[in-house]
Nanobody, 117 residues
């Protein structure tokens, strides 16, 4: 059973930065592509970014291109999301899981990101 534990969220002013982490356990992490998602209040869960198992390939939704960077450390079973130039519309709970094209694992508790204007 895979466990996903997100951390690193917080309250930040517009234009600021945060680095999210997602620690995994229970499976061979390095074999799987991974992704980040977010859910704003009253909205559905939205795909944000994904990274291949090797880290060689990344993909971003248009609204975060040039501002967010996804990366991973397979030795630490961890995937990261570096978020720069944050905007109030980035406010959401952020989750990690497998990419939309894959079968999702159970969702973690997420980490809250709040961007004040």
């Amino acid at each position: 059973q895979v466990q996903l534990v997100e951390s690193g969220g917080g309250l930040v002013q517009a234009g600021g930065s945060l680095r999210l982490s997602c620690a995994t356990s229970g499976r061979t992490f390095r074999s799987y592509d991974m992704g980040w998602y977010r859910q704003a209040p009253g909205e559905g869960r939205e795909f944000v970014a994904s990274i291949s198992w090797s880290g060689d390939s990344t993909y971003y939704t248009d609204s975060v291109k040039g501002r967010f960077t996804i990366s991973r450390d397979n030795a630490k079973n961890t995937v990261y999301l570096e978020m720069n130039s944050l905007k109030p519309e980035d406010t959401a709970i952020y989750y990690c899981n497998r990419p939309p094209s894959s079968t999702w694992w159970g969702w973690g508790q997420g980490t809250q990101v709040t961007v004040s204007s």
